[in-house]
């Protein structure tokens, strides 16, 4: 079945602990994504990456990092966590030039 | 102004209503995406539009390039379509820029 994987799907922490939240895909897809989605302002893109080794700012790239070793993953990384990055988090992937998007079932995280 | 706006951001119908929600944008885009999401938080693909109309069941998508426009219609609304629907503009690079959404409660 082809699907985007997140882990773990919640996740509460304390501010300054460094951690992971991964994702993966098993369509071979090019292009993978991460997006927060936070009441009132919608989904907005984090990071992107268009093929392995090669990934790009979104538009709220602070505090986050991410890597693309193989195709099929792209984890996201919460180096020092705060209070404002509590969201709820959406990894997706696409075969890129103009395909569906498709998305993980989401990560909600709480950082106290 | 957000690049992305939808309207209306909430709307309430009855079952067998006619649905539409409209979506306006102010960039150069590729394509446009309307997507849906469950009360669960699964978001779901239902259309991507580059160029004219598409249709998937009770779904129709349109768009209209030159007017910076596109409109997701639902025929024979049913209490199993309430969610919120999303228009996503992609932009060079496969970038995604989002609205924020239209709330859909179809009553029976």
């Known amino acids: 079945e082809a699907q985007v994987t997140q882990n773990p799907r919640y996740l509460i922490t304390v501010t300054g602990k460094k951690l992971t939240v991964t994702c993966s895909q098993n369509?071979?897809?090019?292009?993978m994504s991460w997006y927060r989605q936070d009441p009132g302002l919608g989904l907005r893109q984090i990071y992107y990456s268009m093929n392995v080794e090669v990934t790009d700012k979104g538009d709220v790239p602070e505090g986050y990092k991410v890597s693309r070793k193989e195709k099929r993953n792209f984890p996201l990384i919460l180096e020092s966590p705060s209070p404002n990055q509590t969201s709820l988090y959406f990894c997706a992937s696409s075969p890129g030039g103009l395909g569906t998007q498709y998305f993980g079932p989401g990560t909600r995280l709480l950082v106290l | 102004k957000n690049e992305v706006e939808q309207s209306p951001q909430n709307l309430t119908a009855q079952e067998g209503e006619f649905i539409t929600i409209n979506c306006s944008y102010s960039v150069g885009i590729s394509a446009l995406h309307w997507l849906q999401q469950h009360p669960g938080g699964g978001i779901v693909s239902l259309f991507m539009?580059?160029?004219g109309k598409k249709k998937h069941g009770r779904l129709i998508a349109t768009i209209n390039i030159q007017e910076k426009h596109s409109s997701l219609h639902i025929t024979a609304s049913h209490p199993r379509d309430s969610a919120v629907y999303i228009c996503?503009?992609?932009?060079?690079?496969?970038?995604?820029?989002f609205g924020e959404g239209t709330q859909l409660t179809v009553n029976p």
């Open positions: 539009l580059s160029s």
């Open positions: 369509m071979n897809h090019e292009y």
């Open positions: 996503a503009v992609e932009t060079s690079g496969s970038r995604l820029t």
